[in-house]
């Protein structure tokens, strides 16, 4: 059975930084794209940022110059360093993976349960 689970949420003072990790198990995803989401209350998941199995990284203009997307292999582990967080990423964030990269939450068939992110004005 695949899991992938997240942790590092939290609540953190804008300016701060956070950093998530996510490990899967029951599979290796060396070669999968990983990456995550992100869903605030009340609006639509969102795309974060993600790593494909070649190392190639995209991002959210939104978090653009403040995350970075990284993974370690070995582990079956990706991160999400979060820098300069504002308010406006309060939102509870989702590890995903699949074979290829994608840009919209359809396009993942592993999910993550989610971890919690505050940030305080």
């Known amino acids: 059975q695949v899991q992938l689970v997240e942790s590092g949420g939290g609540l953190v003072q804008a300016g701060g930084s956070l950093r998530l990790s996510c490990t899967a198990s029951g599979r290796r995803f060396s070669s999968h794209a990983m990456g995550w989401f992100r869903q605030a209350s009340g609006k639509e998941r969102e795309f974060v940022a993600v790593m494909s199995g070649d190392s190639n990284t995209y991002y959210a203009d939104s978090v653009k110059g403040r995350f970075t997307i990284s993974r370690d292999n070995a582990k079956n582990t990706v991160y999400l360093q979060m820098n300069s967080l504002k308010p406006e990423d309060t939102a509870v964030y989702y590890c995903?993976?699949?074979?290829?990269?994608?840009?919209?939450?359809?396009?993942?068939?592993?999910w993550g349960q989610g971890t919690q992110v505050t940030v305080s004005s």
């Open positions: 995903v993976a699949d074979l290829g990269v994608g840009f919209i939450q359809y396009e993942y068939d592993y």
